[in-house]
């Protein structure tokens, strides 16, 4: 079975400090993921990184950077958190598929963040 | 970013009524994915769609790939308890050198048994 693990369930912090959050993959998988889901906004996409030391922006990744030095783990960091950015976040590994039905993003259970 | 429409936001039903949700995108997607997410779980891929007019089932649910690779649709038959939960859609294209996946809005579905 794929396993994403991500490193706390819930975490709270003050404004301005730095946030780390730690997602790791067990299935050698090329793509790792990090989401935010707010609701009616559904999950939106961060940064994505296709392979060790590769990252791209996503959709929302102002005020957001994310490292990726091996290939089994993803780090999302919050260099300095903001109120906005209380939220659930969702890490996702994918392989790069060769075929049908091999494109399917695993998720971990996700990081309830509260800033205050 | 692509934007998807998904609706309902939520749903009310009895216990053993069917359900269905929607999709709607402006973009062509070449596969369409349904997750459902337990409460304090990431979300689970429930079925995947990968061509116009595919017609798709996985126990009590069916899911659609619309004939314009714009739309998708899911159903779930006689619902229970465990169909509680947020279903989400989500259209897959590639991007930069990896498969990025789209996200509708979400449909939360509550039960009262």
């Known amino acids: 079975d794929v396993k994403v693990t991500q490193s706390s369930r819930y975490l709270v912090k003050r404004t301005g400090e730095k946030v780390f959050l730690e997602c790791v993959q067990d299935m050698d998988h090329e793509n790792m993921f990090w989401y935010r889901q707010d609701p009616g906004l559904g999950l939106r996409l961060i940064y994505f990184?296709?392979?060790?030391?590769?990252?791209e922006k996503g959709d929302i990744p102002e005020g957001y950077s994310v490292s990726r030095e091996k290939k089994e783990r993803f780090s999302l960091i919050l260099e300095s958190a903001s109120t906005n950015q209380t939220s659930m976040y969702l890490c996702?590994?994918?392989?790069?598929?060769?075929?049908?039905?091999?494109?399917?993003?695993?998720f971990g259970p996700g990081t309830r963040l509260l800033v205050l | 970013g692509q934007q998807l429409n998904q609706s309902p936001q939520s749903m009310f039903i009895q216990e053993g009524e069917d359900v269905s949700m929607n999709c709607t995108s402006s973009?062509?997607?070449?596969?369409w994915l349904w997750y459902k997410q337990d409460p304090g779980e990431g979300p689970v891929l429930l079925i995947a769609l990968y061509k116009a007019g595919e017609l798709t089932s996985n126990g009590r649910l069916t899911a659609q790939f619309g004939i314009t690779r714009k739309d998708s649709f899911l159903n779930i038959s006689a619902s229970i308890p465990s169909d509680v939960g947020i279903y989400f859609c989500a259209g897959r294209e590639r991007i930069q050198g990896a498969q990025k996946l789209v996200f509708g809005q979400g449909t939360r579905l509550t039960i009262n048994p």
């Open positions: 973009s062509i997607f070449n596969t």
């Open positions: 990184s296709y392979d060790v030391k590769m990252k």
């Open positions: 996702a590994s994918s392989l790069e598929p060769s075929g049908r039905g091999q494109e399917t993003q695993y």
